[in-house]
């Protein structure tokens, strides 16, 4: 079972990424800014916010020892910082300029790799803080990356929906094809699998979300003669739009993944079922991760917000069901499907109750507090409370049904639908306000692809325009 148990709020834009140490929790936004907290109580340190980038830190992530901190940005840098006292260590210049979209410690801080919207993959010297070797991918922006638990290997993934696999000479090991539309994050479990014998097979797991809505479980094959080999698994399913993050648990048995359909969901590695299907966030969910040492799972989202959850690992009552029932109305909820979402509520003490009382979706709705303590003989005042709060947070969620805007009518900027859509010159649509306030600001990059737009011209997209109003006006038809 998942409960959320705190949400911080300090960003003052959408949060791109977030990372544990064994202490801490690191998060990073369009803002500019790092922030860092405290897993004891999850108050910001004191030198928290680091302030240095002077555009969007896309991603961060901790030394394995947890004393240095990495930070990439749109400005072309990846910073390093002292986890202790905040100072800034280093300012690391990716070497064409271009944009950093992801960074990574090899797990025995030996090496840094940084790669950017060029394609570049750098790795650097953690001792030195210099550059060791760099290369590129054939083609489109580099924007994941994971390293293998020996550190013998990493893979990167890139926007045109290839996985690349390099050694720690940055010799080009394996390429995949993985995602049609482009990979968007990747991650390799710390658990290694042996198959024995005398040859030595070792299989690590390595899962990959996309712009097609889907997240695959791949085996990465090492043996001693036959060097690396990697081999498609399975594909997960859930997601009804493109997955942006995945992520698995320190002892590998458990894989997050969150979604542009707002949704974060939990499977089990081993079969692929899925063990709870979260929908606190508002918009996308850009983020998610694992404490490596509690069991914790932060998750971050285009709301500005990073949710935390902890996981009661002796309770995995809402399991699939959790998932079935949020994609049924509650008035058609069963029993089970009640009692699942007493469970993903914290409730679980009240399941027997409830199915006891035969309550159902319906009942659940016209629960009120006299029957709570009629009926159903809950004396505790706090627990009649908290029960009512969340029929309540029920009850304003089913009185609309929202509206789900295709993605290509909302603007990649505001994500809200366009009223004036305009073609920049990097391809894509923006509405026209946003996109001009955008190179206005002095930014010559594309808000999408972060490469510089060869011009501030915009095209009114009438196209657009016409299909986004039919759109409207088929939904105020069925109001």
Sequence with gaps: MATLIHTLADHSDDINYCAFSSSCLATCSLDKTIRVYSLNNFTELPYSPLKGHTYAVHCCCFSPSGHILASCSTDGTTMIWDTQDGRMLAVLEQPSSSPVRVCRFSPDSTYLVSGAADGSVVLWNVQSLKLYRSGNVKDGSLVACAFSPNGNFFVTGSSCGDLTIWDDKMKCLCNEKAHDLGVTCCDISSQPVSAGGEHGFRYFQMASCGQDNQIKLWLILCADFLGVELKYKCTLNGHSAPVLACAFSHDGQMLVSGSVDKCVIIYET????????????????????????????????????????????????????????????VDDWSEDDVSAWLCAQDLADFVGLFKMNNIDGKELLNLTKESLIDELKIESLGLRRKVLQKIEELRMKTISVPITIPDEFLCPITREPMKDPVIAADGYSYEKEAIENWINSKRRSSPMTNLPLPSPMLIPNRTLKMAISRWLETQQKHV
């Design 270 to 329: 081993s079969t692929g079922h899925t063990l709870h299907t979260l929908s606190q966030h508002t918009r996308y969910v850009t983020t998610c991760a694992f404490a490596p040492d509690t069991p914790l799972l932060a998750t971050g989202s285009m709301d500005k917000t990073v949710n935390i959850w902890q996981f009661d690992l002796k309770q995995p009552c809402a399991g699939n069901i959790v998932g079935n029932a949020s994609k049924v109305a």
